[in-house]
């Protein structure tokens, strides 16, 4: 709230009175935000801890304060938390490596192609999430363009599959979540005053050291926000788990859904959902402060 | 690499340099030497070439023929990162992630000199702003920031100090003294500056020696006093303060001066100042260095009758008079008023005179207005 009082101030020398006009321009968001996040966030809260009915009805839960439903559901679900941290880490690296370059040669070696590339990076969006994730599914599949070349090379043996794998799970997220990864690359490369570039060379910096020392560092936010938008929603994912993957390649994502929509076990599901949002924020929390861009958030 | 900035040093020999775009010459068989130790002057109208130049020496842009030398050795081809040249920017370039202290440092420490706190403190005592070691340059004033880049530069002792426009971005008071630092740490230092700029006083107040650039090619080059007495073209006598050309023809020699023939009268000119190619001349007089008497005066020296005045501008240390002569010419005459005699009035008759070695002959053939504020303004 500090740029808030800041703004307020900026505002009263402009005026010489107290200004709510920051507060008042707040409002809108804050009543969207209360309604349907916070309202909703309490109600999941409340439901963590319920316990099945006397009744015995399918469905039906009392609230018991049964912190209990936390250590369950972790217990039965270890597993596919790590899994889902562990796929979201790869994924993440995985765009980073391709983005990187990508967004590097936007900025800097497009020229007059800048708008289009930029615009082909988008345009994966353009279609639904769920149909790139199947067509992925066709791409690996046994009559795709990918199989037959890495079988020919001796990459992979004759018998081998790429569908139904951890790694079509962690290709597929990394497919779909590529541009929230190159975007902010992009847009924080694209700042880059290249006289700044010009000046490090011109002050005995060879092109490597150039990178190191300045194109990378100015990059960072961008890398910050690349990986967290990308890491984020990879974490929760469920959709590639479950197109592309097989019974052992669950994450914790499916476990929720299975819980919430077959199981209707909605205490562990709404557990589950908590120890995820706990989980992403002291990782994030800890990201940030390691990567020393507090300020940039 | 380490001793990039000692291993050559010398004059700077540009040698019929030219870059070539798509469909133009930015700068056109250039050829240059700067002496070691200088602070030379790149004057020039905005897009003649000074930038491209200064890029070309500093290896951000390669040239398309011709050599660049600093004493005997041969940069052309070398990295920026290897030559002994460092630049200050046009926008200063600072590192914004880095702080004043590690901008200055950058440039010992990519030549890998551990022990840089004592450098860098000498640095920043140079250009006095040793408070602001531990500050981020967008916290930074405009000319503070363009201090710090000079500190950067100048740190590495570098054989060349290229500086672009420094002071452009600066109001004209900040200008003015930072123009008197710039010189003084120049002295200080003994590196060689080569400064370019579009503004003439600038040029001619900080250099010992000023090129004027047109259209990629040095048009003329010399000491200041030399360029502003002694005008080789009509580019350079109307770039470089404001000057009379009235047209004439030389109709006699006598001795050390041509006599010329403008409109009747009669006047002379030394023939070292005169760079006419035939008895078609234009003939030039600074405004300031014209008297302006009533008509029935009597004065020696080159004198032209005939003039009347239509406008007197007073401006406190001088009086501008603009005086129609009979060919209906104006000529801009500036009178200091340190002789006590209140200045001519509007229509007042007048006549002009002048001492013969303050004049100059230009080739008559040339374009009168070349170079005049109207041109360059274009
Ligand atoms: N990369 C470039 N491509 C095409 N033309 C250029 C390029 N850089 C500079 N020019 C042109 O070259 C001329 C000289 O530019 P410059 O050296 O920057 O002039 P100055 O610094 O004297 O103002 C200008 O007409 C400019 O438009
Ligand atoms: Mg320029």
């Given amino acids: 709230m500090a740029f808030l009082q800041a703004a307020a101030k900026r505002a009263n020398s402009f005026t010489g009175k107290p200004s709510r006009l920051p507060y008042l321009l707040l409002l809108p968001g804050l009543a969207f935000l209360s309604i349907f996040f916070i309202l909703p966030i309490l109600n999941l809260a409340a439901t963590s801890t319920q316990s099945p009915a006397a009744s015995g009805e399918i469905g039906s839960y009392v609230q018991t304060f049964q912190f209990s439903n936390y250590v369950n559901a972790f217990l039965e679900s270890r597993e596919q938390f790590a899994r889902s941290f562990i796929y979201a880490t790869l994924a993440t690296l995985l765009a980073l490596a391709i983005s990187y370059p990508l967004a590097y040669a936007i900025a800097f070696k497009s020229g007059r192609w800048k708008n289009l590339l930029v615009v082909l990076v988008v345009a994966p969006f353009f279609t639904s999430f769920l149909l790139r994730t199947i067509a992925w599914k066709q791409i690996l599949g046994e009559n795709g363009p990918v199989v037959g070349p890495l079988r020919a090379l001796h990459l992979i043996g004759p018998q081998t599959t790429l569908t139904a794998s951890a790694f079509a799970v962690v290709t597929g997220m990394t497919y779909n979540f590529l541009p929230f990864m190159t975007l902010p690359l992009y847009a924080s490369l694209d700042r880059i005053d290249p006289r700044t570039l010009e000046a490090a060379g011109d002050l005995y910096a060879n092109g490597f050291t150039t990178f190191r020392k300045v194109t990378f560092p100015l990059s960072l936010p961008g890398v910050v926000a690349g990986t967290l938008l990308t890491f984020i929603p990879a974490a929760g994912d469920y959709v590639n788990a479950a197109i592309l993957g097989n019974p052992s390649t669950k994450m914790v994502g499916n476990v929720i859904d299975s819980r919430f929509f077959r199981i209707v076990d909605y205490p562990t599901a709404a557990a589950l959902s908590f120890m995820l949002m706990a989980a992403i924020l002291i990782l994030i929390t800890v990201y940030i402060r390691r990567s020393g861009t507090e300020e940039l958030i | ?378």
């Fill in chain 2, 1 to 378: 690499m380490a001793d990039a900035s000692t291993s050559s040093r010398g004059d700077l020999k540009l040698t019929r340099i030219t870059k070539s775009y798509s469909d133009f010459n930015a700068v056109d068989d250039l050829s240059l030497t700067i002496k070691e130790g200088s602070f030379f002057a790149l004057l020039g109208p905005s897009g003649c070439g000074k930038t491209t130049t200064l890029r070309m020496i500093a290896g951000l842009e390669e040239p398309t023929a011709g050599s660049i030398h600093i004493g005997t050795t041969d940069i052309t081809t070398m990295k920026p990162y290897q030559r002994p040249v460092n630049t200050v920017f046009q926008n200063y370039a600072l590192f914004p992630h880095l702080s004043i202290y590690e901008n200055i440092a950058f440039g010992l420490r990519r030549r890998g000199i551990k022990d840089v706190k004592s450098a860098v403190d000498k640095a920043l005592d140079l250009v006095e702003l040793p408070h602001l070691a531990d500050r981020k340059p967008n916290q930074l004033s405009g000319g503070q920031q363009q201090r710090i880049a000079l500190a950067r530069a100048i740190i590495n002792r570098p054989a060349l100090l290229l500086l672009d426009e420094p002071l452009g971005a600066l109001d004209l008071k900040l200008r003015r003294q930072m123009q008197i630092e710039l010189k003084w740490i120049q002295k200080e230092v003994g590196l060689t500056f080569v400064h370019v700029t579009h503004d003439q006083e600038e040029a001619m107040t900080m250099a010992d020696t000023v090129a004027l650039m047109h259209d990629g090619k040095i048009e003329q080059m010399g000491s200041p006093a030399d360029l502003y007495d002694n005008p080789k073209s009509v580019f350079v006598a109307n770039f470089l303060g404001q000057s009379n050309l009235i047209d004439g023809k030389i109709v006699d020699s006598d001795g050390d001066n041509f006599v010329v023939d403008l409109f009747g009268q009669k006047v002379s000119v030394l023939k070292s100042r005169s760079s006419a190619k035939d008895a078609s001349v234009l003939f030039g007089i600074r405004p300031e260095k014209l008297r302006i008497q009533p008509s029935d005066a009597d004065k020696p020296g080159n004198v032209l009758t005939g003039g009347r005045i239509v406008d007197v501008s007073y401006i406190g240390v001088s009086t501008q008079y603009q005086v129609e002569m009979p060919w209906g010419q104006e000529i801009m005459v500036f009178e200091q008023n340190d002789d006590g005699i209140p200045p001519l009035a509007k229509g007042d008759g007048v006549r002009l005179s002048w001492e013969p070695i303050f004049s100059f002959a230009l080739d008559g053939h040339e374009d009168a207005t070349a170079g005049s504020e109207v041109e360059v303004s274009e």
